[in-house]
């Protein structure tokens, strides 16, 4: 009776293998196209960004250069006046400029991570399912089941960690520019008085 048992749970075992086997060749060729897609998506995506922000940008600066000059113009502004306002202006548009370039380089670095943790995830799902494929009981069935859940939950908080820490550092840098400018303009100011 024990061995006609022990033959039931392994063609049962090997059924759940050659299922499991067929499901990761197929799980990897859709993933596969799938990261392919993705990644053209986001290539892109970062690419219109990119494109959309600096005619943004050029937009903006020849509309502050009129309004500049117009503002320049009904003040009265002339000479020494005028040159030190749109010396003002021009630093002040170009610390926003490169502020969001910054910002612009570090969307692109989290999508380039992003992308990366999920190409990585879809490798290691597919070596889990081929770890499980090859269970030949239940119970390495469960523990290989378990470890992967532990695994994948690690990846997500590392992903997830450098992600954050990427954030930080863009907008610290971009943060930092801005600073500078205020700070340049404070003591222009401060020695003009």
Known sequence: MTTRNDNDQNRAADEVARTARAVTDEAARVGEQSARAGADIARRST????????????????TFQR????????????GPQAEELARRSSQNLQ???????????????VSR??????????????????????????Q?????????ARDDLQQIIATNQRLAELSVRVAEEAAQIIQAQANSNANQARRAA
């Open 47 to 62: 690419e219109t960004t990119r494109d959309t922000f600096q005619s943004g940008l050029n937009t903006a600066n020849e």
């Open 95 to 109: 610390a926003v400029s490169q502020a969001s370039t910054v910002m612009v380089k570090g969307a692109q670095d």
């Open 113 to 138: 991570e992003w992308f990366n943790a999920a190409q990585e995830r879809l490798t290691k799902g597919m070596d889990g399912l081929n770890r499980l494929a090859g269970c030949r009981s239940v």
């Open 67 to 78: 309004l500049s000059d117009q503002v320049t113009q009904v003040l009265g502004f002339s």
């Open 140 to 148: 390495d069935f469960v523990a290989v089941q378990s470890d992967l």
